[in-house]
């Protein structure tokens, strides 16, 4: 089947997973733009579990204070390499994180990775991460937070 290429650049700027994983998931879905979607996400799954052994020691603290100024949040995230950990995806997985622990209060990473992501309930936050590592081909993990609350 061939596949369009506006649909493999809308699907690339919608899920920010390569144009070579763009295109297989379009063709495994026979040009279905939905189950492409799902098919990036599954498979990012299966890469990051691939890479979960993976030493994680460069990483960036992300903070957050909700607007009101009561609660905040700081949330230590590690992935392999500095290069990753300047990229615009980390980043923001990291806020991300951070408004997460904010919103929701978990007492510990493990409750926080089977928590659902504010943003979308349909995922937990263990899913929204290893979709990011999916996209950036390292090991990503969150090692620690703190949040504050007046």
Partial sequence: MKIDVKLIKQLR???????????????ETNG????ANEWLVKHGIEKAE????????QGLI???????GKVGAMVEILCET???????EFKNLAHEVAMQIAAMNPKDVETLLK????????????Q??????????ENIVI???????I
């Avoid at 928590?115 to 263990?126: A, H, K, M, V």
């Fill in 13 to 27: 700027q919608d899920s920010q997973a390569s144009i070579a994983d763009c295109r297989k998931a379009l063709e």
């Fill in 32 to 35: 279905d733009y939905k189950k």
């Fill in 50 to 57: 691939k890479k979960s052994d993976r030493e994680t020691k």
């Fill in 62 to 68: 992300e903070s957050y204070i909700h607007q009101n």
């Fill in 82 to 88: 500095d290069f990753v950990a300047r990229t615009e």
């Fill in 115 to 126: 928590q659902e992501y504010i943003r979308d309930s349909s995922l937990t936050i263990e």
């Fill in 128 to 137: 929204l991460v290893k979709s990011v590592i999916g996209k950036l081909g």
């Fill in 143 to 149: 090692k620690g937070f703190t949040r504050l609350e």
